[in-house]
DNA sequence: GAAAAGTAGTTGCAATTGAAACTATTCGAC
DNA sequence: GTCGAATAGTTTCAATTGCAACTACTTTTC
């Protein structure tokens, strides 16, 4: 039985949760991963993080874990354990860099391809289908939107 | 020593995670959210969760907490767990409903609400501030979309 | 060329989160 | 009225995360 409340004027400057962008914002990027982790994890065993480090690794193969954690915006901590996973899982080949002894050089193994061209697909149906309420002109919107706000974000973080 | 490397052709159907629209909004929510959770810690000693809750009681009192966890899009524990530690700190008070004696009701202490009051104007500033670069239309295309795409999520869930 | 400072990556530990099970109570069917 | 299903809210336990400390190595400074 839901009850309608009537709302009370708030008395500090008006702040209502749902109107409010980082609220809505974090609300909308919950629902929208959840989905997509379902669908990695049921499909591929995949958590978010070994997903981002597989993309990562599809387009720029031999990066080091520091590289895949900017490319990813991924802290090395995540790093480091998503490619253990991943490297347990044999998704993953590691080689030394021969000039530098710390580090190591991440690739796909034939099974990450593999893996990567089959969720690839997956991932840009649910995106197509997620914007497929929108306008070419909103979708273009969108995209100058998200920079922009990211940008601000970045720089009064 | 940054190194640019070149992209190879990503074999499945183009994928490129800086410009996937789920992996930017969580990037973004990140940013954002981070920010604003340093800002409420560092001044009201507050996570995002009882953050949330007294904003919603700010403008709804008496809820219970399930209505609290409707509103706020959380799920009931992390509305239990985040109105046990502001009944801790006296930011709230509860009292039985007298009609149904598993349901409880929920209010802004004083307390409470002067955290309300104070808290309320820096969130809004911190919102202006990340809007800030955007144009009044542009402000209402990213309202419109923001709702657009949260419902087309919802439905794909 | 030795010492100090910096970087790559891992590990350990504590805090946060999520899911399932649980208690207490109310609702609904009969 | 009684029994089974549903609901409010809490607790428990396991998984995830985030931070600081750590090892190993490289670079810089003097």
Do not use: C
């Not at 354990?81 to 991943?86: E, H, K, N, P």
């Amino acid at each position: 039985m839901k009850k309608s409340k009537t709302p009370t004027a708030a008395p500090a400057s008006r702040l209502h949760l749902d109107r409010f962008i980082p609220y809505r914002l974090s609300v909308l990027s919950n629902t929208v991963s959840m989905s997509l982790a379902r669908a990695y994890e049921r499909e591929f065993d995949l958590s978010i993080p070994e997903w981002r480090v597989v993309a990562v690794l599809a387009r720029y193969p031999d990066l080091s874990a520091v590289d895949v954690a900017e490319r990813t915006a991924m802290d090395k901590v995540a790093v480091s354990r998503a490619v253990q996973s991943l490297l347990a899982a044999k998704r993953l080949v590691r080689r030394n860099d021969r000039h530098d002894r710390r580090r190591s050089v991440l690739r796909l193994s034939a099974s990450g391809r593999s893996v990567y061209t089959r969720i690839a697909p997956l991932a840009l149906a649910y995106e197509k289908d997620l914007l497929s309420q929108l306008s070419a002109a909103d979708r273009r919107t969108l995209d100058r939107l998200m920079t922009l706000l990211f940008k601000r974000a970045r720089l009064i973080m």
